[in-house]
Structures are given as structure tokens and as C-alpha cells.
């Protein structure tokens, strides 16, 4: 049957209507589809295998007290034997050379002022002698810069120019040892006690523990550092002195001081290269027979402290933490953007949280997070980067993915 014209007409109108729903609704989704924001995709985080180190024996003597640190490391690295403050000798003089110091500073190249020496620094010589403490000859008229005489002081250990030193900037010994003690309270030093500039006296007593702290600020003074490491030098008026400390230079030695009452002492510092970074060992050794026995076990002790020393590889560069994945099969590992190593104390534990941030659409190279290592109580950071390019999906994924646009 032939249709009606009304038929006709009705017809036409939907096809008109059913085109223009189609247009309209093309010109809504294509812009939606093709312009819509992608998902924010979070990385799957590979597990953390940690480096192990193992934990170092040291070979410490029989007797005494002895303590081993190290610049930059917290603490102690060792100990063993007596906790007590016990003498320490010569090892004064440190003490002596850096209140000196504080109170009248000095550069490494400098002389500074003159000191010059009357009959009342003959006197402090004979006592000394009469004592049979370590003395340099020292006569009525000398007259001596402030660098020299730190030198007789540290290197040569002459008991009459550390006090002729403290007389000269400071009044008299007693105005010296307030300041002294004094200084030890401010630096935490709270187990020492001075009692006279030398260490003559058995009083003037610390522990092993204070004084690897001690140490740590000997080396920290770039003038005591120069003068603990130096082996000879030539005094004008006095003489040629030699380094009381027979260590410097084997081992690593490098300083710092000796001691020597009834038993022999040194608080001693030496350097190590491990992987490309340098150590800074600070030890002390306390009571020992001589210094022949002090010295065989201060070298035994250190090789093993060199040996707890450990180079870790923390990451390299490139190295995968995880990875992103998207719908549309455009993938990336998240990966360290450098190297890092660090060199630990044997058993020192090494953990790691990774940090990372959800991934659209990025370049290679993009910053997409952190890796936070744990050494110890220090923290080293690294950052993450896409190892390739999250590019979009295209026209084509977007128009048949719509449930993951929306």
C-alpha cells in the first residue's frame, strides 16, 4: 500500500531529527572524548633488598681503657675496659693549646705575638726538671713567638713552656685552670678535669669516651691539627725537638698526642681511603706498660677499625624502583637519576622508603619522586625519573575507552 503523505512527512522528520540527535551528539562526545583528562596512574614499588654489612671485631689490649670514633660518625665506634676517668698525662697539653687558643687565636701561618722568658720561667724549668717531667732548655732573655712555643708545647712536650704558655696568656696556672675547666664544661667535655697546664699532675684525668671528643676538636683547629702531625721542628734558642708521638705517619697516624705518667697513653687520629672517601679515625689508648707496648697495639687496633669500614652502593643510576602502568600499553619504570654510595661502620643498618607521585601524561626524565635511604642516623636522598615517555593514547583509544576517561 502506496504510503500517505502524512506518512511521508513523519518520516522525513525523523530521519531530519534522528541526523541532527547524531550531529549534536558527535559534537558533544568527540570534544569530551578527545579532550578529557587521562587518570592519574600510581606506581607498583618493586620490594627493598638492603645491603648487609658485617659487624667488625676490634682487637683491643688487656689493660686500661681504650675508645675508637671517627669524624663525622656519632658516638663510639668501640670501647673496652674501664669507664672511670683515669689520668691522662701529657694529653693535658691539648687541652692547654686549644683554651690557649680561644683566648689568644692564631692563624697556621702566623707567629703572633712574642713571648718573652725571665728568671721566673728558669725557675719553672728546674722544678720541672727536678720532677724529671719533659722539659726544653729555656734561659733568662729568650724571647719566642706564640707559634713557637706551641710547638715546644705539643711537639716536644715540654712540661715548662705549657706553663710559661698559660702564665703568659692567662696571668698564673690557677687563672688558667678555671678557664680551662670552664671551656671542658661548654664542649660537654663533663668527664675531664684540669688541674694544672702539663698533666704532671695525676689528677688532671678524663675518659676514654671524653676523649675522643677531644680529639674530634684537636683536628677541628686547623693550627692543632698542623702542629699533632708535625714530626721535628727548629726552635731558635732552644734547638731542634721532635715529635713525642713515634706513630706519625705509620698506619695513617697523623697526631694527636701522647702521655706519659707511671703508664704510658696516646690519643691518636689516622686517615683512611675507603672507595673514594676519606676517614678520619680518632682512638684513644690508656694505661699500657710503655710506649713500645702502647704503640704494637694502637697498630693492630687500627687495622681492624680499617677493615669495619665499608663502601655501600646505595642505588645506581638507572636502576628501577617500580613502574607505572596505563590502559593504553604506554609504560614506564620509575628509576634513580644517580648514583650513590656511602661508606658505613660494620653492621651499620641501611633501610629505604620510596616516594613516589601518581603519572598522567610525562617526558622521560620527569621528576617523579624520591628515594629515601636510611644509613645509620643518616639520611641521603635520591631522586626518581620516568625511564621513557607516557605519551597519549591517541584519538582512536579515547573514542573506544570512554568508560576510562569518565
Known amino acids: 500500500m502506496p504510503l500517505t503523505r502524512r506518512q511521508i512527512l513523519a518520516r522525513r522528520r525523523a530521519t531530519v531529527f534522528g541526523g541532527l540527535g547524531l550531529v549534536l551528539a558527535t559534537a558533544f562526545y568527540l570534544p569530551i572524548t578527545l579532550l578529557a583528562p587521562l587518570q592519574a596512574h600510581a606506581a607498583e614499588v618493586l620490594p627493598y633488598v638492603a645491603p648487609v654489612t658485617t659487624p667488625q671485631e676490634l682487637v683491643y689490649p688487656g689493660y686500661g681503657a681504650t675508645a675508637v670514633g671517627a669524624i663525622g660518625y656519632p658516638g663510639l665506634l668501640g670501647a673496652s675496659g674501664s669507664e672511670e676517668a683515669l689520668p691522662m698525662a701529657s694529653i693535658s697539653k691539648v687541652v692547654t693549646a686549644l683554651v690557649v687558643l680561644e683566648a689568644k687565636p692564631l692563624g697556621v701561618d702566623e707567629p703572633g705575638p712574642q713571648i ?23 734561659k733568662a732573655g729568650l724571647s719566642l713567638t706564640q707559634h713557637e712555643v706551641m710547638e715546644l708545647t705539643i711537639i716536644a712536650s715540654a712540661n715548662n713552656y705549657a706553663q710559661s704558655l698559660v702564665n703568659w696568656a692567662f696571668g698564673s696556672e690557677a687563672a688558667f685552670v678555671g678557664v680551662a675547666n670552664t671551656w671542658l664544661a661548654s664542649h660537654n667535655l663533663t668527664s675531664t678535669v684540669m688541674t694544672d697546664a702539663t698533666g704532671m699532675n695525676p689528677e688532671n684525668v678524663s675518659t676514654a669516651a671524653d676523649l675522643i ?3 674530634k676538636l684537636a683536628l677541628a683547629d686547623p693550627l692543632v691539627a698542623q702542629l699533632v702531625d708535625t714530626k721535628s721542628a727548629t726552635i731558635p734558642g732552644v734547638g731542634d725537638i721532635k715529635n713525642t708521638n713515634k706513630l706519625i705517619g705509620d698506619s695513617g697516624v697523623r697526631g694527636i698526642k701522647t702521655g706519659t705518667l707511671d703508664e704510658a697513653n696516646l690519643l691518636f687520629a689516622a686517615d683512611y681511603t675507603i672507595g673514594d ?19 704494637a697495639d694502637v697498630v693492630a687496633l687500627l687495622a681492624t677499625v680499617k677493615a669495619g669500614f665499608q663502601e655501600v652502593k646505595l642505588t645506581t643510576a638507572g636502576e628501577s624502583y617500580g613502574s607505572y602502568e596505563t590502559g593504553w600499553g604506554d609504560d614506564s619504570d620509575l628509576v634513580a637519576a644517580k648514583s650513590a654510595s656511602v661508606v658505613v661502620w660494620a653492621g651499620t643498618p641501611v633501610s629505604l622508603l620510596v616516594e613516589s607521585r601518581p603519572v598522567t601524561l610525562a617526558a622521560k626524565g620527569t ?4 628515594l629515601n635511604f636510611t644509613v645509620g642516623t643518616e639520611s641521603i636522598e635520591v631522586p626518581l625519573e620516568l625511564a621513557s615517555t607516557i605519551d597519549d593514547p591517541g584519538v582512536g583509544w579515547r573514542l573506544s575507552h570512554p568508560a576510562e576517561l569518565f
Open 367 to 370: 621528576d617523579v619522586g624520591m
Open 213 to 215: 671528643e677531644l680529639g
Open 277 to 295: 672517601t676519606t676517614i678520619t679515625v680518632i682512638g684513644v689508648m690508656l694505661g699500657a706498660k710503655d710506649h713500645t707496648v702502647l704503640n
Open 116 to 138: 718573652d722568658f725571665t728568671s721566673a720561667d728558669v725557675a719553672i724549668y728546674n722544678g720541672y726538671l727536678a720532677r724529671y717531667g719533659s722539659v726544653k732548655p729555656v
